[in-house]
Nanobody, 120 residues
Framework: QVQLVESGGGLVQPGDSLRLSCEAS????????MGWFRQAPGKEREFVAAIRTNFGTTRYADSVKGRFTISRDSAKNTEYLQMNSLTVEDTAVYYC?????????????WGQGTQVTVSS
């Protein structure tokens, strides 16, 4: 069975940084597009970032470009989201996702989520 387990969320102040991790199992990590979605209270889930694990190609939402960096360690079946210059608008539950082929924005597997709260 596929499992995506996020970690690294927490409470930080504006301007701080966090790094989220997602450990994947039960899937072919080497062929996947691994990514992150987020959902703020009262809002729909939105795409944040994704990475093609084999080549390292990345895509980002405009709202996070220049601040967030997605990466992966294929030897550990783990993806990361480095989040810098956090703002209150980044407050959300962040979900690790996996998709295949060229489906950058259509994940088929989801983690249970990790809370990121940015508040002063």
């Amino acid at each position: 069975q596929v499992q995506l387990v996020e970690s690294g969320g927490g409470l930080v102040q504006p301007g701080d940084s966090l790094r989220l991790s997602c450990e994947a199992s039960g899937l072919d990590f080497s062929t996947a597009i691994m990514g992150w979605f987020r959902q703020a209270p009262g809002k729909e889930r939105e795409f944040v970032a994704a990475i093609r694990t084999n080549f390292g190609t990345t895509r980002y939402a405009d709202s996070v470009k220049g601040r967030f960096t997605i990466s992966r360690d294929s030897a550990k079946n783990t993806e990361y989201l480095q989040m810098n210059s956090l703002t209150v608008e980044d407050t959300a539950v962040y979900y690790c996702t996996a998709s295949f082929r060229d489906k950058w924005y259509e994940p088929v597997h989801w983690g249970q989520g990790t809370q990121v709260t940015v508040s002063s």
